[in-house]
């Protein structure tokens, strides 16, 4: 069964940028497409921004322009670069593949300070 492993949240200031990974084992991970979500608290998870099999990207509104998403398949990484980044940003952030979910993560922290 496939597993999720992410990484590189923490502390930042307003305007700062994050780089987050994520990286899959026990599974195909070249032929899947690959998301990034965030849950913060009291909301519910929503999809920020994904990635095709293929490399095409889609992005939720609220951070398009500020957020890339990107994969390595030789490293079954997936990665999203976060620049311009706001306190509403402030979440836990996990990655997951969007069509058939696989057991979640344990997520990364990303807390922005006003």
């Keep these: 069964q496939g597993q999720l492993v992410e990484s590189g949240g923490g ?6 940028s994050l780089r987050l990974s994520c990286t899959a084992s026990g599974i195909i991970f070249s032929i899947i497409p690959m998301g990034w979500y965030r849950q913060a608290p009291g909301k519910q998870r929503e999809l920020v921004a994904r990635i095709s099999s293929g490399g095409t990207t889609n992005y939720a509104d609220s951070v398009k322009g500020r957020f890339t998403i990107a994969r390595n398949n030789a490293k079954n990484t997936v990665y999203l670069q976060m620049n311009s980044l706001k306190p509403e940003d402030s979440a836990v952030y996990y990655c997951n593949q969007p069509t058939i979910p696989l057991p979640w993560g344990q997520g990364t922290q990303v807390t922005v300070s006003s």
Excluded: N
């Design 11 to 16: 502390l930042v200031q307003a305007g700062g």
